[in-house]
């Protein structure tokens, strides 16, 4: 069986994440959020997947590749050109991808499944493949009840009792909502569903096929299905996503390494003293980092491969990426630390590195210049601050 995976976007609202990782390659616990998707595809039948790409489309191509082993044939349809020898992405609107694919060759010859690249699900993809069959819809919109108070999130869908759709409403307000059932971007197709999508242009399944479908009053569904649902939409998004698979609210994304001691998890060869440090689960540590005496960790609690938290420093409640070091003493709470960027669970983000506070976050491959006296009294002052008060007063204490 056949499907598609959507992997063209930006992902603007993930940033500063996807400057450098496309949005279906964000890593839960180091593995990609498009890995679950194959997994789940294959366990399903569904072995011959398409996914169209765009921006950074070179890393999902150099390790996804043909797809072989992860136990499915993968084809890439690129949207964009080459501008001085680079890739320049021109992304085609998720219904425009699809319609590129069939121009090419008529690849969807049966019914096929649609998906966002940047969520973990746990579906009975079998069942809802054969209620949609069932129904004889041309299109099917999974979906997921939510409580009221959250409708204002999401794009709501508005059906009949038989489950046809009558409308769509875009984060309603609560009072507003005319359903509780939301889009989750899972969808099932019949391939004539792409006479309705035009060729050559951007066109988008939600903002303008779905509503061409209606108006035409074509046999198009929606079903409510009870299923783990993930979606890594912003920034906080992703990091509540790490912290339900630390929790174990995730059920199918499993924890990597080996568990320690309860709760705390650790890749290849971590350096800690185990003694000297106070460390409060669930926790990971990623391979080939390094602990110092004295720090403090407070789960649930990320730490990526080839980092260093230095003596005295305390994280809680925190995602730190690979290759990032903490300074000693600092306290780190609540936050995301990606590259030299720190962000907050509002997604409000610093620039470590134009703020000057490198000598709190910076590369753990960098060596650190010593620090003048002036310069440590300042950072002693700042010392058990969260980082999200280290902006405007701590570049004109350092100036």
């Known amino acids: 069986m056949k499907a598609m995976i959507l992997a063209a976007g930006k992902g603007t609202r993930v940033r500063p994440i996807t400057y450098t990782i496309p949005k279906p390659m964000i890593p839960i616990l180091q593995k990609p959020v498009m890995e679950f998707l194959l997994e789940l595809l294959r366990q399903h039948g569904f072995d011959e997947i398409m996914v169209n790409v765009s921006h950074l489309a070179h890393e999902i191509e150099n390790y996804f590749r043909d797809g072989q082993k992860f136990g499915v044939q993968i084809a890439y349809s690129f949207e964009g ?48 493949v054969r209620w949609h069959r069932e129904k004889g819809s041309i299109a099917t919109v999974i979906m997921k009840s939510v409580p009221r108070e959250e409708v204002s999130s999401y794009g709501v869908v508005v059906t009949d009792e038989s489950g046809r759709i009558k409308a769509f409403q875009e984060k309603p307000a ?24 035009p ?10 096929l779905f509503p061409k479908l209606v108006e035409m009053a074509a046999p198009f569904y929606g079903v409510t299905m009870d299923f783990e649902w ?73 730490i990526g491969p080839n980092c260093r938290i230095c003596g005295g420093a305390t994280v809680d409640n925190s995602v730190i990426f690979e290759y990032s070091r903490l300074g000693p003493g600092v306290r780190l709470v609540d936050k995301l630390v990606f590259g030299r960027y720190c962000v907050d669970k509002t997604g409000a983000t610093i620039d470590v590195q134009a703020a000057a506070l490198d000598w709190l976050i910076t590369d753990a491959r960098q060596e650190i210049p010593s620090q003048p006296a002036l310069e440590r009294q300042a950072i002693a002052q700042l010392l058990g601050k969260d980082i999200s008060e280290l902006g405007k007063d701590s570049r004109a204490m350092l100036s």
């Open 174 to 197: 609560v009072d507003e909502a005319l359903s509780t059932s939301i889009n989750t971007g899972i969808y099932i197709f019949e391939p004539e569903v792409l006479d309705y999508v």
């Open 230 to 302: 993930v979606d890594i939409g912003k920034v906080p998004d992703y990091w509540r996503a790490v912290r339900g698979v630390l929790q174990g609210d995730v059920k199918n994304v499993q924890i990597p390494g080996h568990e320690v001691a309860p709760g705390i998890y650790t890749g290849l060869n971590v350096a800690v003293n185990w003694d000297k440090v106070d460390i409060q689960g669930p926790v990971y540590i990623g391979g080939m980092t390094r602990i110092e005496d004295g720090a403090k960790i407070v789960g649930p609690t990320y």
């Open 81 to 128: 050109r080459i501008v001085d020898g680079e890739l320049v992405g021109e992304a085609l609107g998720s219904a425009g991808g699809m319609r590129r694919i069939q121009d090419f060759s008529p690849f969807f010859d049966d019914t096929f499944v649609v998906m966002c690249g940047d969520a973990l699900i746990d579906l009975d993809l079998t069942e809802a």
């Open 199 to 208: 060729s050559g242009c951007e066109f988008d399944i939600g903002g303008e």
